[in-house]
């Protein structure tokens, strides 16, 4: 059985919940998930140019974990890119 899901800090949050190919139906395309700890940990690093380790201390957790979110984040971002799917940005309030 795996370890429950913690949640890490995060506060940012995003100004729209999908992104998708422009004329295509959303309930035509596969969907891609992205957690709110993913969506936060993209902003620091790639938005606002924070150090891994600044950001993992944002964040309030492991330079490792922070690490791992990065990459789980950018791998569904570039799937999304490349196979043409949607991106959900799950809120941590919905």
Request: hydrophobic share 40%; proline share 6%.
């Amino acid at each position: 059985m795996p370890r429950p899901r913690f949640l890490h800090h995060s506060c940012r949050r995003p100004v729209v919940n999908y992104y998708k190919p422009r004329g295509v139906p959303l309930r035509m395309l596969k969907v891609v998930a992205l957690q709110p700890e993913e969506f936060e940990a993209l902003w620091l690093k790639d938005y606002r140019g924070l150090e891994q380790t600044q950001a993992a201390q944002h964040m309030r957790t492991s330079q490792s974990t922070f690490q791992r979110l990065l990459q789980v984040a950018r791998k569904k971002i570039s799937q999304a890119l490349v196979e043409g799917r949607a991106i959900a940005i799950h809120n941590k309030n919905a």
